[in-house]
Structures are given as structure tokens and as C-alpha cells.
């Protein structure tokens, strides 16, 4: 095993191909040389097409071919961004990094293919990533609620987080197997690389590198959803939210207000795991809701393994509540104990509780205005 990889490892690194995944990275490295490969995409393209030019033209050499091309590609990017600019020095350096790189007609063909054919692919395939994987909920939870009613609240949220994982998950898989394939077909059409082994540095330089941006996409998306549940439940049930109580400036995070009927208000904070929010949580405490008539927090869990008897009691003590799944041994536990029965409530009284604390009797969503 040890063997082959070496052996691989000789054939990557002995390949020009080796680069069609470090110019690409380069290209989209925002840290280092500012993401002209996303910021510039419509000059890189353009600079594509010359250097694609210089190469046909049979009365240059090789070498003077290089040569024009290096300086091709350095007066481009120096022409990018206005000279003492934030993304000027990043541009030269970088055109600087890729000219270096340009030691035979080869190396040029692979920054080529990099820019046409992975950078800007990938870059039209990352448009269609979703942002926010909410749409992915709201029908399926819609369906939910108006098969079950109140009773299937825990349910919804309980998925929520799950249908919008997979919903975008299936997207990104679909754009990276047609990307894919697009690739491949254009290499073995274009005779561009000479065997197998070359064929797959290309594509699996495309294929890590667009992963890499999926991590980010998703990684940016992460926490998002959940929270979007309480707008959706707002929603659907024609619930009045509120903006935060004037000058409440502690640092816990609630995604939604409500006025009660005695004009006190309620926040409800929606997270998988109270962990992500323990410092802040735990810095709400009595008098702090009080000082700005805030009755109580309520809290919205997917994942209640964390929730240890110290955290659902002490936080308890300071009037927030935890709504959970009620066939989980977390509430069965709690909610039958003497010392924390009254901080946990099931997930399927929430609709109930909200229109209780608000003064409204009966269900106004199917009413017609």
C-alpha cells in the first residue's frame, strides 16, 4: 500500500497537471491573494482567450511564447484593481506565484483549463448551492401540521433540521456529478491530457477543491435553519412577534419575541444544543428579565443529551423553560422529578402555551380577513 502511494505521489508531482488544483487554489484563496478567481472571474476569462491566442500562433517559439505570456498574465492583473488598493498588492503577488509556475507551453494549457474549466465552472455551480436550506422545510412541515395539528409541533421541529440537510445535500451532490461529468467529457474531447492518470489529477483537483467550498457554503448555513422554525410557526399560526425589549443588552441570543396579554414578554431561542449557547444563556439571569419585563425564556432543542439536572435547574431558577421532545428519557426524566418537573414542558403544548400567554382562544390561521 505504502508502495503505490509513493508511486502515485511520483506521478502527480512529475505531471504539469500536478497544478490544475493549485492554480485553481491559488485563484480562490481569499487569505493570500484576495479570491480573484471569484471577485475577477469575467477578466481571468478574458485572459484565458489571449494566452489561448499566443499559443496558435506558429511564428513564435516556445519559449517566446512563455515570455509573452508571463508578461500577458502580469500586465492583466496588475490592470485589476487601481494601483495602493486593497487588492492590488494580493494581485500582483499572485500573478507574480502563477508566472512562476510557467516554465513550459504545458504548464500554460493547465492554468487555462484551470481558469474555463474549474475555477469558472465551479463558480456557476456554487450559485446554485442554496444559502439557507429553510425552503427545503417548509412544505413537508406545512404538510405535518396540517395533517397532525398541535400535536405534530414536536415533530416538525424535531425534522426540521434534517430536511433541510438532506434537501441541500442532494442539490450539492447533483451539482458536483454534473460538473463532473461536464469535466471529464471536455478532457477526453479535447484531448488535453495524454492518459488516465492525468485525466484524474484534473478531475479530482476539481472535485476537492469544489468541496472545499461546499464545507464553507454548509458551515455557513449551520445554525441558520433551526432558528427559521420559530418564523415558520409565527407564521403558519398567525402569531405576532415583536423586536427585543428597548435597551435589553445581554449577550443571550433569542430568535423570536412575543407580547403576552398582561404586556409582558417572552423569548424563544431555537438551537439543536443548548451547548452552543451555555455562557449566554446562563448570563440572563432574574433580575435581568425582570428589570425589562421579560416573564420567562423558552427554549426550543432538538438534542437533549447535554442538558444535564444542573443546567435545566439552574437555569430554571432563572425563569427559562425547556421545550422538549416528550418521548425522549431526558424529558421523561425531568419532567417527573420534583426539582426540574416545572422548567420542562413538551414540545407539543408550545402552540398551546403561546396562545395561551397571548389571550387567544381558538386557532386564527383558517380564519379568512
Known amino acids: 500500500m505504502k508502495n503505490e502511494a509513493n508511486e502515485m505521489y511520483s506521478l502527480i508531482v512529475s ?36 494566452l489561448e491566442a499566443i499559443l496558435t500562433q506558429e511564428s513564435l517559439s516556445a519559449q517566446e511564447k512563455i515570455e509573452i505570456c508571463k ?19 494580493p494581485a500582483l503577488l499572485l500573478a507574480e506565484d502563477v508566472s512562476a509556475e510557467f516554465d513550459t507551453i504545458e504548464d500554460i494549457i493547465v492554468f487555462i ?22 425552503a427545503f422545510c417548509h412544505e413537508t412541515a406545512r404538510i405535518i401540521l396540517d395533517t397532525l395539528g398541535e400535536t405534530g409541533i414536536g415533530k416538525v421541529i424535531s425534522t426540521w433540521d434534517n430536511l433541510g440537510v438532506k434537501g441541500c445535500l442532494d ?54 435553519s433551526l432558528e427559521d422554525v420559530s418564523t415558520f410557526l409565527f407564521d403558519y399560526y398567525n402569531f405576532t412577534s415583536y423586536p427585543k425589549p428597548d435597551h435589553f443588552q445581554t449577550d443571550i441570543e433569542v430568535d423570536k419575541w412575543f407580547k403576552c396579554k398582561d404586556g409582558w414578554t417572552i423569548g424563544i431561542s431555537c438551537k439543536r444544543t443548548l451547548r452552543e449557547r451555555w455562557k449566554q444563556v446562563s448570563s440572563a439571569d432574574s433580575h435581568a428579565l425582570s428589570r425589562y419585563k421579560i416573564k420567562e ?14 443546567k435545566i435547574t439552574m437555569l430554571g431558577q432563572q425563569r427559562q423553560v425547556f421545550y422538549l421532545n416528550e418521548n425522549t428519557e431526558r424529558y421523561k426524566s ?4 420534583v426539582g426540574m418537573k416545572d422548567y420542562v414542558r413538551p414540545l407539543s403544548q408550545f402552540i398551546a402555551d403561546i396562545r395561551k400567554e397571548q389571550g387567544g382562544l381558538f386557532n386564527l390561521r383558517k380564519v379568512e380577513i
Not at 508578461?71 to 487601481?82: H, I, M, R, V
Request: hydrophobic share 35%; net charge positive; with cysteine.
Open 334 to 337: 425531568a419532567s417527573s422529578h
Open 15 to 50: 505531471s504539469p497537471w500536478r497544478n490544475a488544483y493549485w492554480f485553481a487554489r491559488m485563484l480562490l484563496n481569499g487569505d493570500k491573494y484576495g479570491g480573484i478567481g471569484t471577485k475577477k472571474e469575467r477578466q481571468l476569462l478574458e485572459l484565458s482567450v489571449r
Open 171 to 224: 442539490v450539492e451532490r447533483s451539482l458536483v456529478v454534473s460538473e463532473f461529468t461536464k469535466l471529464r467529457n471536455i478532457l477526453k474531447s479535447t484531448a488535453l491530457t495524454r492518459n488516465e492518470n492525468e485525466e484524474n489529477i484534473v478531475l479530482t483537483a476539481f472535485v476537492q477543491e469544489f468541496e472545499r467550498r461546499l464545507g464553507q457554503k454548509r458551515k455557513n448555513r449551520a445554525g441558520n
Open 71 to 89: 508578461n500577458s498574465l502580469s500586465k492583466a492583473f496588475s490592470e485589476l484593481f487601481k494601483p495602493n488598493t486593497k487588492g492590488c498588492l
Open 113 to 134: 483549463v484551470s481558469v474555463k474549466y474549474i475555477v469558472s465552472s465551479m463558480n456557476t455551480a456554487m450559485a446554485a448551492v442554496p444559502s439557507n436550506d429553510s
Open 297 to 310: 425564556i423558552w427554549h426550543l432543542t432538538t438534542f437533549d443529551k447535554d442538558l444535564s439536572d444542573d
